[in-house]
T-cell receptor, first 114, second 110 residues
Framework: DTAVSQTPKYLVTQMGNDKSIKCEQN?????MYWYKQDSKKFLKIMFS???????INETVPNRFSPKSPDKAHLNLHINSLELGDSAVYFC?????????????FGSGTRLTVV | SQKIEQNSEALNIQEGKTATLTCNYT??????LQWYRQDPGRGPVFLLL?????KEKRKERLKVTFDTTLKQSLFHITASQPADSATYLC?????????FGSGTKLNVKP
C-alpha cells in the first residue's frame, strides 16, 4: 500500500515537449505539494494545495501548471520543456498546511530533458 | 539572504558511536524544524519535528535540539548502525512553507 505514489518514475523527453506527472495519496491528507530536487540535492517547494485550493505558488515559470482534481490527487503539467527542467520532482502530502506531523513524500520522478 | 546550511562533506563514523549532524540557518524565524532521512533514489522520510519552544526532542536512538538563539539544530543518532547510513535533511518552516537544507551524508562503518 503505497502512501504517496507518483508516475512515471522516470521520464526522458526532448526539449520543447509537454509532459505530465501524476500524484496520488491514500493517507486522507488535506494538503499536497510539489517539490523539485536539483543536482545539488536542494529540495525547493514549487506548489501547495490545501483541499484542492492553491495556497503556495513559488517563483516557478508559468510553463509549470499544477492541477488538483480532488484532495487525493495533484498533477503537474509542464509545457515547452527546457534542459534546465531536468531534476527529480517529488510529490508530498501532509495533514494540515503546517505539516506538524511532517510530510510524506513519494519516491520521485526523475525528469531528463535532452 | 536566507540560508539553511548543512555540512556538505560526508560524515564518516564507526558503528556504535554517536553521529551528530548540524543545521544552521540565517534570516529565518521558524516555528518548527524537521529532520528527514533520504536514501538514494527515494523520497525523504520524516523523522522528527521540534517546535521553537522545545529545546530537545527524542525518539528511540534519535535526539534533536533546537537553539533559536544560535539559530541551530543538532541531530544525534546514538549507537549508530550501518543501516543508519543515508543523507539527512533538515527543513524549517517559514509561513507554512518548509525550506530544506541540502543534507549531510552519513556513512556508518562496521
Amino acid at each position: 500500500d503505497t502512501a504517496v505514489s507518483q508516475t512515471p518514475k522516470y521520464l526522458v523527453t526532448q526539449m520543447g515537449n509537454d509532459k505530465s506527472i501524476k500524484c496520488e495519496q491514500n493517507l486522507g491528507h488535506d494538503t499536497m505539494y510539489w517539490y523539485k530536487q536539483d543536482s545539488k540535492k536542494f529540495l525547493k517547494i514549487m506548489f501547495s494545495y490545501n483541499n484542492k485550493e492553491l495556497i503556495i505558488n513559488e517563483t516557478v515559470p508559468n510553463r509549470f501548471s499544477p492541477k488538483s482534481p480532488d484532495k487525493a490527487h495533484l498533477n503537474l503539467h509542464i509545457n515547452s520543456l527546457e534542459l534546465g527542467d531536468s531534476a527529480v520532482y517529488f510529490c508530498a502530502s501532509s495533514q494540515g498546511a503546517q505539516a506538524s506531523y511532517g510530510y510524506t513524500f513519494g519516491s520521485g520522478t526523475r525528469l531528463t530533458v535532452v | 539572504s536566507q540560508k539553511i546550511e548543512q555540512n556538505s562533506e560526508a560524515l564518516n563514523i564507526q558503528e556504535g558511536k554517536t553521529a551528530t549532524l548540524t543545521c544552521n540557518y540565517t534570516n529565518y524565524s521558524p516555528a518548527y524544524l524537521q529532520w528527514y532521512r533520504q536514501d538514494p533514489g527515494r523520497g525523504p522520510v520524516f523523522l522528527l519535528l521540534i517546535r521553537e519552544n522545545e529545546k530537545e526532542k527524542r525518539k528511540e536512538r534519535l535526539k534533536v535540539t533546537f537553539d533559536t538563539t544560535l539559530k541551530q539544530s543538532l541531530f544525534h543518532i546514538t549507537a549508530s548502525q550501518p543501516a543508519d547510513s543515508a543523507t539527512y535533511l533538515c527543513a524549517l518552516d517559514n509561513f507554512n512553507k518548509f525550506y530544506f537544507g541540502s543534507g549531510t551524508k552519513l556513512n556508518v562503518k562496521p
